[in-house]
């Protein structure tokens, strides 16, 4: 019996396969798709893990912690036990709020459990303690989590503050916002821009007036209404009465109340100022003396601590700048590196455009580079993998059974990431782990299996069949 004639069902089938184009098909087919899903399947930093979460958030205005405990919070974590798939209830209970937190089973459909809790409160409104004032069902999303942190800061403060950076951040939020593939921007840090109503008790002591006039007529005078349409001559006019704030001058002529026949008006008892709120918090950077060097060496930077200084040229590193952070999430299954990539440009776009000379922008976090960088990292591992690989098996075992080793590992991962991006996965840190492990299972087989095939084929007195 020889390796031409086969007789049992497995050596036909290795046979015909072995004599046919298959393997080299298979070969190129594998290669491709793997290059492509390589460069196509999205790369994020977290993993995709569907674990839904759901905040109930109930306010009871004036009902103090242990009311809202005993009337509110427990009645509603047994109520919202009973809600398929919830493994775990959690609540944390204020003075006239209390917060339930839904952890759902791992794996367990978003939209179904969103839909499960809607459904369990809204059948149960009748068993809603008269102290509620509202309620709100509130999802929590694990893509809310920001992949770039753009943190907009001033060199000179006296000329652009944390009220103007919160400005200019709010605009550029709204050119990230229009980015495709955005979901969640968020501003944190500086003074946001509110009206203050700042009474004056002498006068409106003289005036006779109370604070509870001014509230009415303010409300008053800060009202539209629609009344309907009328229809005349072929044309449809709208009739409305009252009107809406539209400048900080109209609010200062708002009418008051009538005193001896004049008319007192808002701003006549108060003083109305246009500005930054009250300061709630503090947010500042300050920076290394290497990182100075690295990126400020050649930019002319005013220090406001520093600014009696002979050389004015550069950072100082007792200079502490106000600082507004932008952040920015993706939505789910889009690429993060593409993402990330977008904002840079789009913020580089409007450095030229709309920032002022003192404003500058430092990446604070960037999940797509550090994304990409891993990946990239796993390709080039791959590569010295086998070659080392390659060469060890061709020194020892001969330059075929190095071939044979050689293209088992990019055949093997070219087929794992086709049918990764085939099924919707996305190259992160879990998957990453996991192709990273099975590297060593990958080169291992191989090398197992051509050394046996060698050693079998080599005995010549052993059978046919044995050495298939």
Same mark, same amino acid.
């Given at each position: ?91 944390? %209970? ?12 791992? =794996? ?18 009748? &068993? ?22 753009? =943190? ?20 550029? #939020? ?8 955005? #979901? ?10 509110? /009206?203050?109503?700042?009474? !004056? ?41 009252? *009107? ?11 009418? /008051? ?10 701003? *006549? ?50 200079? !502490?700048?106000?600082?507004? %952070? /932008? ?18 440009? &789009? ?33 080039? #591992? ?62 291992? !087989?191989?090398?197992?299996?051509? !050394? ?7 005995? &010549? ?8």
């Amino acid at each position: 019996m020889n390796m031409q004639t086969p007789t049992n069902l497995t050596a036909k089938i290795l046979s015909t396969i072995l004599g046919s184009k298959l393997p080299f098909i298979l070969l190129v087919v594998s290669m491709l798709a793997g290059i492509m899903a390589l460069n196509y399947t999205p790369r994020e930093e977290e993993p995709q893990i569907v674990v839904p979460m759901i905040d109930v958030v109930v306010t009871a205005s004036g009902v103090a912690v242990q009311q809202m405990e005993r009337l509110v919070t427990t009645p509603l974590e047994k109520l919202l036990a009973q809600v398929n798939g919830v493994e775990h209830v959690y609540s944390v %209970t204020h003075n006239s709020q209390t917060v339930v937190t839904l952890r759902f089973h791992v =794996g367990e459909n978003r939209e179904q459990a969103l839909l499960n809790t809607y459904n369990k409160l809204h059948s149960n409104t009748h &068993k809603i303690p008269a102290i509620v004032d509202n309620w709100r069902v509130q999802p929590i999303e694990v893509d809310d989590v920001p992949i770039v942190l753009l =943190g907009l800061w001033s060199s000179d403060s006296k000329t652009v503050n944390d009220y103007e950076l919160r400005r200019l951040a709010e605009e550029v #939020s709204t050119f990230l916002q229009a980015i495709e593939n955005t #979901s969640e921007v968020n501003i944190v840090g500086g003074r946001s821009r509110e /009206i203050q109503v700042n009474l !004056d008790p002498e006068q409106m002591t003289a005036r006779k007036i109370s604070i509870s006039e001014i509230f009415n007529a303010i409300q008053s005078s800060n009202r539209l209404q629609h009344l309907g349409n009328l229809a005349i001559e072929n044309q449809s006019v709208r009739l409305e009465s009252g *009107d809406v704030y539209r400048d900080i001058d109209t609010l200062k002529h708002t009418p /008051i109340s009538v005193i001896d026949n004049s008319v007192v008006l808002l701003q *006549d008892i108060a003083n109305i100022v246009d500005g930054p709120a009250e300061q709630q918090s503090y947010t500042w950077i300050d920076f290394a003396n290497r990182y100075q060097q690295a990126h400020y060496s050649n930019k002319t930077i005013t220090d406001t601590k520093s600014s009696q200084s002979p050389n004015n040229a550069t950072l100082t590193n007792n200079g !502490d700048y106000p600082i507004v %952070t /932008i952040s920015v999430a993706k939505q789910r299954g889009s690429n993060a590196v593409a993402v990330a990539q977008a904002i840079h440009d &789009k913020i580089q776009t409007l450095q030229h455009s709309i920032f002022p000379d003192n404003v500058h922008v430092e990446v604070l976090r960037d999940y797509g580079q550090t994304a990409n960088e891993k990946v990239n990292n796993l390709t080039t #591992s791959l590569a010295f993998a086998v070659f080392t690989v390659v060469i060890f098996i061709a020194v020892f075992l001969g330059w075929r059974s190095a071939v044979v080793v050689g293209l088992a590992v990019p055949i093997c991962y070219g087929i794992t990431l086709s049918l990764d991006l085939l099924f919707g996965y996305t190259i992160n840190r879990v998957t990453l782990f996991a192709l990273i492990l099975s590297l060593g299972l990958l080169v291992d !087989d191989p090398i197992t299996g051509v !050394d046996n095939i060698e050693r079998y084929l080599k005995e &010549k007195k052993a059978h046919c069949t044995k050495k298939l």
